[in-house]
């Protein structure tokens, strides 16, 4: 069953150091997502990537954030300046067709800033 | 906050029985999905039904939807210890928005 990869699973970083995230989307889907969890809280949405181009994004995600699809099959989180509450675990997400049907998600990584 | 309110918080239960879940939300949908995450792990689909549904099945699963009173709830049936993880419902505005997760429900089976 195809499936979403991210790599890598866990990404330890001094504060202020840029991170990148990255993430290998299902070959045929053009929807892509990043989502970021806090240990044991919700769900958080960060930005939305349709057609080589931010779709949607929330107010977390601001200036220290961006995304991009380098080779097109890659799709990457840039964390610019990392701080201790961007410790987090960081989903990636993309959909077949449109949004609002099925997402699947990638096996997170956890990233720690110390 | 379009956001998705699951209910209970926390929920535990002996194998063989049925696990009900809870979610409300504020604003109409397009649709409502729930997912499940093992601890530590990537989120992971397990249903999605559409506004204008009141019912779907999969498996042991079963869920239903209220769009009279914005909410949703999923059935486990004959939980298994495998059962364990956290469950959270995500709701669609329209057929173009972002999927918004709840808090989600811990759910422990005990064997």
């Known amino acids: 069953e195809p499936e979403v990869t991210q790599t890598p699973s866990h990404q330890v970083t001094q504060m202020g150091q840029e991170v990148i995230l990255r993430c290998v989307p299902i070959s045929n889907h053009l929807y892509f997502y990043w989502y970021r969890q806090i240990l044991g809280q919700k769900v958080e949405f960060l930005v939305s990537?349709?057609?080589?181009?931010?779709?949607?994004k929330s107010e977390i995600f601001d200036d220290q954030f961006s995304v991009e699809r380098p080779d097109g099959s890659n799709f990457t989180l840039k964390i610019r300046s990392t701080k201790l509450e961007d410790s987090a675990m960081y989903f990636c997400?993309?959909?077949?067709?449109?949004?609002?049907?099925?997402?699947?998600f990638g096996q997170g990584t956890r990233l720690t800033v110390v | 906050s379009q956001q998705g309110e699951e209910d209970p918080q926390a929920l535990s239960i002996q194998e063989g029985e049925n696990a009900t879940m809870n979610c409300s939300y504020k604003t109409s949908i397009n649709n409502l999905q729930w997912y499940r995450q093992n601890s530590g792990r990537g989120l992971v689909h397990l249903i999605l039904i559409r506004s204008n549904e009141r019912e779907k099945h999969s498996g042991r699963l079963r869920v239903t939807l209220d769009t009279s009173k914005k909410s949703s709830s999923l059935l486990i049936t004959a939980s298994r210890a495998a059962d364990t993880a956290s469950y959270f419902c995500a709701t669609v505005p329209s057929a173009n928005s972002k999927l918004t997760f709840g808090k989600g429900i811990t759910l422990s089976v005990r064997p």
């Open positions: 990537f349709y057609n080589n181009e931010i779709s949607e």
């Open positions: 997400a993309s959909f077949y067709d449109r949004v609002g049907t099925e997402a699947f």
